[in-house]
């Protein structure tokens, strides 16, 4: 979103489609803007090593669904990607039939193949500059590592989340031993 800052509720949607395509010899990039100084932007754009070019529009209201802003659908297979049903439910009826949609990291409904509506090679050079526009905003943040770190923590905490869920269980099981098959119901 250019100059306006990010909702939380778009980052979460964001995290959740990178989430839901990261996948071996699948590439993708948020923001892309399509030709050398172009007025189209694919909220996150992704190819695969099969040549495939997947674009997501990312809606996070009614109001931002309809809004006038362009949504730039140049790819084989194209998306919304919106927060909740109750959203798609309001909106369904007019979205076209071959855009697929997500709902969060869920596809609830698929998109049928179309023809690139931009030469290919200016969706790579397009995504090539976007890619290179994030490295350069990582590396002048001063810590080129940051991704390093975040995945160490991320680890840490599925560690973390690994043992607690142990112990709960442990412990389930000891007052299932002590008060029988139906002890949450009596306790609870």
């Known amino acids: 979103m250019n100059s306006i800052a990010k909702t939380d509720l778009t980052t979460q949607l964001e995290r959740q489609i990178y989430s839901a395509t990261s996948k071996q010899g699948t590439f993708g990039c948020f923001e892309v803007t399509i030709g050398w100084f172009g007025n189209e932007r694919v909220d996150y754009i992704t190819y695969d090593t099969k040549g495939i070019w997947r674009c997501f529009e990312v809606k996070v209201s009614k109001s931002d669904f309809y809004s006038k802003a362009k949504k730039t659908f140049v790819g084989h297979f194209n998306y919304f990607v919106l927060p909740d049903k109750e ?3 309001q909106v369904k009826d007019d979205i076209p039939k071959h855009i697929g949609v997500y709902i969060g990291n869920w596809c609830v409904k698929k998109p049928k193949k179309q023809e690139l509506l931009v030469d290919e090679q200016v969706l790579k050079d397009s995504m090539i500059r976007s890619l290179a526009r994030e490295f350069d905003k990582q590396f002048r943040s001063g ?11 991320i680890n840490y905490e599925r560690k973390e989340k690994d043992t607690y869920r142990i112990r709960y269980q442990e412990m389930h099981n000891k007052i299932y031993a002590k008060y ?5 119901r009596d306790i609870l």
């Open 87 to 89: 959203l798609y439910e």
């Open 180 to 184: 029988g098959r139906d002890w949450d």
């Open 143 to 153: 810590n080129p590592n940051v991704v390093d770190s975040l995945n160490r923590q």
